[in-house]
T-cell receptor, first 115, second 114 residues
């Protein structure tokens, strides 16, 4: 089966510009996560979806970040406007939950550089 | 809140030798899962091994095994017969069913010397 697909792999923008990241999870995985990984750190959760519903967005900076998962499949994470501190790798992951022993499968990530 | 601590930021090992990566965690829950993920320079987070907290038997996957000490909240990873391809960042992670999120440690960089 295809893995979790993310795009773009790399994005360089100037501060105050908008940026969007796209994620296509594994087919049949109802739960989707967006994580942010700063350089030299472990990933930190931004938002979790169960189908199309955002069930945990407590760590999402809502003044500039937004996300959606239309039809409960693909998801988009947007930043507007971007700030220098948003430079990081944005990871998408999906899982079937307890049916797969809660194993998350990750995409290759999108590396954002804000100049 | 659950926390995961990896106290060693870097380790190195000679090819074919054994290395142990340490991890401790903090939780008040009794039912949870623990994971080790590997992240090579390609950035893909790859599952190495998982352990269900209700199982007393330590998980093993080929050259990888864990030492799970539930009372001590310790979850170390042992890599036997280290190979050059094992060089990567290794992350210990905790998953608790109630919150349904994976919490990661800061990671540890493993270097394998030929």
């Amino acid at each position: 089966e295809a893995g979790v697909v993310q795009s773009p792999r790399y994005k360089i923008i100037e501060k105050k510009q908008p940026v969007a990241f796209w994620c296509n999870p594994i087919s049949g995985h109802n739960t989707l996560y967006w994580y942010r990984q700063n350089l030299g750190q472990g990933p930190e959760l931004l938002i979790r979806y169960e189908n199309e519903e955002a069930v945990d967005d407590s760590q999402l900076p809502k003044d500039r970040f937004s996300a959606e998962r239309l039809k409960g499949v693909d998801s988009t994470l947007k930043i507007q406007p971007a700030e220098l501190g948003d430079s990081a790798v944005y990871l998408c992951a999906s899982t079937r939950g307890w049916e797969s022993s809660n194993v998350l499968t990750f995409g290759a990530g999108s590396r954002l550089t804000v100049l | 809140a659950q926390t995961v601590t990896q106290s060693q930021p870097e380790m190195s090992v000679q090819e074919a030798e054994t290395v142990t990566l340490s991890c401790t965690y903090d939780t008040s829950e009794s039912d949870y899962y623990l994971f080790w993920y590997k992240q090579p320079p390609s950035r893909q987070m790859i599952l190495v091994i998982r352990q269900e907290a209700y199982k007393q038997q330590n998980a093993t996957e080929n050259r990888f095994s864990v030492n799970f000490q539930k009372a001590a909240k310790s979850f170390s990873l042992k890599i036997s017969d280290s190979q050059l391809g094992d060089a990567a960042m290794y992350f210990c992670a905790f998953f608790q069913g109630g919150s349904e999120k994976l919490v990661f440690g800061k990671g540890m960089k493993l270097t394998v010397n030929p």
